[in-house]
């Protein structure tokens, strides 16, 4: 027993911070204004799980200062945050991590991983609890929180506690983040650009008003009318068609579409001829699926948000049926019109896009004028899913393009967009899916080694089977014609 606490002493001292500026647990003494430490204290080295992820198996950090903060700029504001420190080996750098959704949560995963890559690294909960908007309807100075203040806080008041804690601030910071997550570093670059000295911005939700309105246009009208409803055995049919028209376009068969944009497959082949069956699609369901592929547009025809792309059909579950439209788009109207009980049957494009604009739309994260950002010799790097369907990977394409037309056609040494076939809403689907943006993100800012293709691999089984480069959009990966088809040597970044 006494060989064991001697032990345990030992392991708690080597974990402690030895050449802190401030200990740990006296940093609440260090809190800037309106700021307040709830908890500041040493977490010795071991396993650690996400809270609400008691499934998933714990993962191993270093020893770590752990802050729990609380900030409030206003009198209606709660912008929880976190800040964890590095006892020992501290890369000097911050990497503050992004949310999904609505958000109302510590994202405890990525602050994890933030701290296993050295990194001190900050999360927030943008200042309320809960993944939907009801926080939103009476608390206006919330949605400011959520749309941009609380990331910008968070950013500010953990360089504040890195320089108590180690009597220095971070050399360099970076924002990791998707979905909503890659909103708020959009929005960061746009409206406080020296926040961070590089950008990662996966799958954007930064044109949040016209994202839901879309996901309205597609979902209400079969749930209005089952028969538009397309249910998921219509969906995998239509995907394989698809994918027979056109999986081939890049050299070679694998399963998904690398150029999702080159195939002109007609869904209308698919038309039943007799009664409606299971081998073919009814006219209303041939026309939710081009309603689906299409831009939503007003009724003057000016277009809202791209439409999803070819290969992604099997994950259109908006479209299947049901009792309800998606919840986090829904959020978007009961925060504009103030109202729980916001009646989704009554969307209307136009008019209820334009209130969206009118009362919510600072939400949005869409200028394209980037200059001050990359005047700070800021990266951003972004990515997209050719397979996302939560948002659709032409979001990321429109913004991208506005930015080079409002900034010039040559601006590859500071921003770059990767689109990555096959691959899901941030992660996942039936491509390679797994990339180290965080590193390519590094040795770009730091070295100046701008990133001409990322790799990405697919693994199943906790093995690789297979590697293929994305290439800088709107480059695409082609097949050289030989060799392993799932190994990236034999695939070049070709323009289209």
Not at 117 to 139: L, P, R
Not at 330 to 356: E, M
Not at 479 to 487: K, M
Request: contains cysteine.
């Amino acid at each position: 027993m006494l060989r064991t606490s001697v032990l345990t002493l030992a392991s708690m001292l080597l974990a402690a911070p030895l050449l802190a500026a401030t200990p740990c647990e006296e940093l609440a003494s260090a809190a800037p204004p309106h700021v307040t430490v709830t908890s500041a204290r040493v977490v010795p080295s071991g396993p650690f799980t996400a809270p609400g992820r008691g499934g998933q198996a714990p993962v191993a950090l270093p020893a770590y200062c752990r802050i729990v903060a609380v900030a409030a700029p206003t009198a209606d504001s709660h912008i929880g945050f976190e800040v964890w420190l590095p006892a020992n080996n501290w890369n000097g750098k911050l990497q503050v991590v992004g949310n999904g959704g609505w958000a109302g949560a510590i994202s405890y995963p990525a602050l994890a991983a933030g701290l296993r890559n050295g990194y001190a690294t900050a999360s927030t909960d943008t200042g309320h609890e809960g993944g939907n908007a009801t926080f939103a309807v009476g608390h206006p100075e919330q949605v400011i929180d959520f749309a941009y203040r609380a990331v910008h806080e968070t950013t500010v008041h953990a360089k504040s506690l890195i320089a108590a804690f180690y009597d220095r601030g971070p050399r360099l910071s970076y924002w990791n983040g998707c979905s909503t997550g890659g909103r708020q570093g959009l929005m960061s670059a746009q409206r406080y650009p020296e926040d961070f000295d590089g950008i990662i911005a996966g799958a954007p939700a930064n044109a949040q008003m016209a994202m839901h309105a879309y996901d309205l246009s597609i979902s209400v009208p079969t749930l209005t009318d089952s028969m538009r409803a397309v249910p998921q055995s219509k969906l995998a049919l239509l995907n394989q068609a698809v994918l027979k028209a056109c999986d081939a376009q890049d050299g070679v068969a694998d399963g998904f579409l690398t150029n999702p944009r080159a195939c002109t497959f007609d869904p209308a082949s698919l038309v039943c001829r007799g009664g409606d069956g299971a081998d073919c699609l009814t006219a209303p369901q041939i026309e939710t699926v081009k309603r689906v592929y299409a831009p939503a547009r007003t009724r003057a025809g000016a277009v809202v948000f791209p439409g999803k792309e070819p290969g992604s059909e099997t994950s259109w579950t908006s479209v299947t049926g049901g009792t309800q439209p998606p919840g986090v788009s829904v959020g978007s109207f009961i925060a504009a019109y103030n109202d729980l009980n916001w009646d989704w049957r009554t969307f209307d494009l136009d008019r209820d896009l334009r209130v969206l604009n009118d009362r919510i739309g600072f939400i949005n994260a869409v200028d394209p004028n980037l200059q001050a950002f990359k005047a700070r010799d800021g990266k951003l790097l972004l990515y997209h899913g050719w397979n996302d369907t939560a948002i659709s990977p032409g979001n990321s394409i429109d913004y991208y393009s506005r930015v080079l037309e409002t900034m010039g056609p040559n601006q590859g040494d500071w921003i770059r967009l990767f689109m990555a076939p096959g691959m899901g809403h941030c992660s996942g689907g039936v491509g390679p899916n797994q990339v180290d943006y965080l590193a390519a993100l590094e040795r770009w800012r730091e070295s100046g080694v701008a990133p001409d293709e990322l790799m990405a691999t697919r693994t199943a089984d906790n093995r690789v089977g297979m590697t293929r480069p994305l290439c800088p959009y709107p480059q695409f990966a082609e097949y050289i014609g030989a060799g392993n088809p799932n190994d990236a040597a034999n695939f070049v970044c070709k323009a289209p």
